[in-house]
T-cell receptor, first 112, second 115 residues
Framework: GQNIDQPTEMTATEGAIVQINCTYQ??????LFWYQQHAGEAPTFLSY????GLEEKGRFSSFLSRSKGYSYLLLKELQMKDSASYLC?????????????FGKGTKLSVIP | GAGVSQTPSNKVTEKGKYVELRCDPI?????LYWYRQSLGQGPEFLIY????????DSGLPNDRFFAVRPEGSVSTLKIQRTERGDSAVYLC?????????????FGPGTRLTVL
């Protein structure tokens, strides 16, 4: 089966840095995606990692270690609008597609 | 359109009824996916279309669920004899080709409530 774990909730202060961890055990691996989802809205793409290492994109960075089955999303200079759920998703090869298998999401609350 | 659109945004129905949920993908995207998201959970894969054909329907929970994409653009997810357990947000996503590195872009979802 597929197993993707991430913390349920996190709280951080405006202007600070927060790291959201994700561990995975999946049958197959074609890359790892991070999505942001505000309450009642669609998930929006943040980052994609397929090779080990750090990918930086503005205030957001994502890290992958395939040997450890581990990724993290790093958010710098937190803003109130960053309050949202962050979904870790692994791309696996399905019966005829590259499906995304999602974790349950980490609800991040940014406080003043 | 600029993004993936889904209609209706909300659907309330009674147990046993039939419902149709519509998805309009990003123009030019050949790959289309349906996911279901229950409260407090991540989205779960249901079905994948490449063009007009359902290339992977391994996530459909049972034969009450069916989806079509007759012209390779708009897709409709159909649920027969709805049950209370079907209540969830149904998300549609599209990607350019369905390739291994393709980003999936999600629509706002249809919130289905079965009473």
């Amino acid at each position: 089966g597929q197993n993707i774990d991430q913390p349920t909730e996190m709280t951080a202060t405006e202007g600070a840095i927060v790291q959201i961890n994700c561990t995975y055990q999946t049958s197959g691996f074609n890359g790892l995606f991070w999505y942001q989802q505000h309450a009642g809205e669609a998930p929006t793409f943040l980052s994609y990692n397929v090779l080990d290492g750090l990918e930086e994109k503005g205030r957001f960075s994502s890290f992958l270690s395939r040997s450890k089955g581990y990724s993290y999303l790093l958010l710098k200079e937190l803003q109130m609008k960053d309050s949202a759920s962050y979904l870790c998703a692994v791309s696996i090869s399905g019966a005829g597609s590259y499906q995304l298998t999602f974790g349950k999401g980490t609800k991040l609350s940014v406080i003043p | 359109g600029a993004g993936v659109s889904q209609t209706p945004s909300n659907k309330v129905t009674e147990k046993g009824k039939y419902v149709e949920l519509r998805c309009d993908p990003i123009s030019g995207h050949t790959a289309l996916y349906w996911y279901r998201q229950s409260l407090g959970q991540g989205p779960e894969f249901l079905i994948y279309f490449q063009g007009t054909g359902a290339a992977d329907d391994s996530g459909l929970p049972n034969d009450r669920f069916f989806a079509v994409r007759p012209e390779g653009s708009v897709s409709t997810l159909k649920i027969q004899r709805t049950e209370r357990g079907d209540s969830a947000v149904y998300l549609c996503a599209s990607s350019l080709t369905g390739g291994i590195k393709d980003t999936q872009y999600f629509g706002p979802g249809t919130r289905l409530t079965v009473l």
